[in-house]
């Protein structure tokens, strides 16, 4: 079965920070991979979404995201993170084709001011 | 803008009840899908379907059933409700094209 790895579960930065999330998969097949975030007190809004071609992906608020087939990762990067991006971020991912989407654990991001 | 709401923001059922959870989405769409949300866990698919009167289980569909008589309607069962289901409940649709839309959750606790 398909499952999805955030190995960071809370990760405190400072403002202007980099920022990494790891996220790893366990399907061999092809796959359409998703960042999602969650403010505090909103529902799941998606960040980015890579279902093929370049495997940089660029997604709103400054968020990108890189697709390693070779590792099974889409790891989540923003160059300088601020305040606001204080959120719950969840990984997730498809079979191609499939509608089904199976999240990882999610990682809590805190930004200290 | 696809919009799913999800009927209730918060509710509080005494263990034994029948609870319904509703969701409605107004952008046609094939398919819909129940999650739980707990801490450390992520989401976790309860139910889902692909379209009117069809229904797959998901990964933990043990004490949970569904309902969806039509195509924008999809509810979530829980035929006696017990304390292990106190949670966050997030509805969903989604077509291939567009990818998925979430309503904003149910936090439901049992008592």
């Known amino acids: 079965a398909q499952s999805v790895s955030q190995h960071n579960h809370h990760v405190i930065l400072s403002e202007a920070a980099s920022l990494e999330l790891g996220c790893n998969y366990s399907?061999?097949?092809?796959?359409?991979l998703f960042w999602y975030v969650q403010y505090p007190g909103q529902h799941l809004q998606l960040l980015l979404k890579y279902f093929s071609g370049d495997p940089l992906v660029k997604g709103i608020k400054g968020f990108e995201a890189e697709f390693i087939k070779s590792k099974f990762s889409f790891n989540l990067r923003k160059p300088s993170v601020q305040w606001s991006d204080t959120a719950e971020y969840f990984c997730?991912?498809?079979?191609?084709?499939?509608?089904?989407?199976?999240f990882g654990q999610g990682t809590r991001l805190t930004i200290n001011p | 803008d696809v919009k799913v709401t999800q009927s209730s923001r918060y509710l509080v059922k005494r263990t034994g009840e029948k609870v319904f959870l509703e969701c409605v989405q107004d952008m046609d769409h094939e398919n819909m899908f129940w999650y739980r949300q707990d801490p450390g866990l992520g989401l976790r698919l309860i139910y889902f379907s692909y379209d009117v009167k069809m229904k797959e289980k998901g990964d933990i569909p043990e004490g949970y059933s569904v309902s969806r008589e039509k195509k924008e309607r999809f509810s979530l069962i829980l035929e006696s409700a017990s304390t292990n289901q106190t949670s966050m409940y997030l509805c969903?649709?989604?077509?291939?094209?567009?990818?998925?839309?979430f309503g904003s959750g149910t936090r439901l606790t049992v008592v």
């Open positions: 399907y061999g097949g092809t796959v359409n």
């Open positions: 997730a991912v498809a079979r191609q084709g499939a509608q089904k989407l199976v």
């Open positions: 969903a649709s989604s077509t291939p094209s567009y990818g998925y839309t």
